[in-house]
């Protein structure tokens, strides 16, 4: 069998929350794999260091600056797609934040927040992707990044918790609807990974120590290890899978 089952060439994936942490791993490993790149991130200065980054890497990126949880501002980025002739292939719902907190001193806000930008705006994005992908009648890839708390909980992470498991289901929902469209759907589960959004955990004695203890592989992932998953459901590889939730997370989820 030919590895160009998972070459990327001519196909260019939009990166959600792109500029930094997972999202910028999954940029550098999908475009090593041949995809040209569209860094996100709310801000213009993050997102063109992104692109700067990558095209010193000697990847094709380029970059737009938009709110993914806003419903306006997502579709007014599409346009702009449009406009410019730029075709998505490959959809990575991964922009996502935190919030540490017990559901007893939780505000609405806060929970809110949550979950629109960890869950609604993968729908927001994933419709206009998918949208397009319908109308050019050549499917696509859609990859949601979820989380071991697709699957199960952690006291005090309530509304990333929800969003998690929320964005498992919208995998599947997405695939219902647009499978037959040759679009696919599909997740992947990162497990304790260390990234910026989880170095107070890192550092935190104790919490590693559990991390270790509770995972098989006795360690935390590093970003880089979820590019293989990412480039196996952005590519070829992966034309009837449609719905799955890959867990890159050493083991964690199954063993007691
Ligand atoms: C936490 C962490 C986790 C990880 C990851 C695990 O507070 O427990 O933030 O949520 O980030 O999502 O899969």
Redesign the pocket.
Known sequence: MSLSLFDLTGRTALITGSARGIGMSLAEGLGAAGARIIVNSRGDDAVQAGVEHLRGAGIDAIGAAFDVADEAAVRAAFERFDADGIKIDILVNNA?I?H?QPMLELALADWQRVLDTNLTAAFLVGREAARRMLQRGRGGKIINI?????EAA?A??AP??VA?GGIKMLSKAMAAEWAAHGIQANAI?????H?D??EK?VADPA?DAWVKASNPARRWGQPQELVGAAIFLASAASDYINGQIIYV?GG?LSVL
């Not at 979820?146 to 697709?150: A, K, R, W």
């Not at 589960?189 to 990974?193: L, N, R, T």
């Open positions: 996502g935190q540490r979820g989380s071991l708390m697709s952690r005090t992470t990333y918790t998690k589960g990162p497990g304790y990974i990234t959004m989880n955990l919490f997370d964690m």
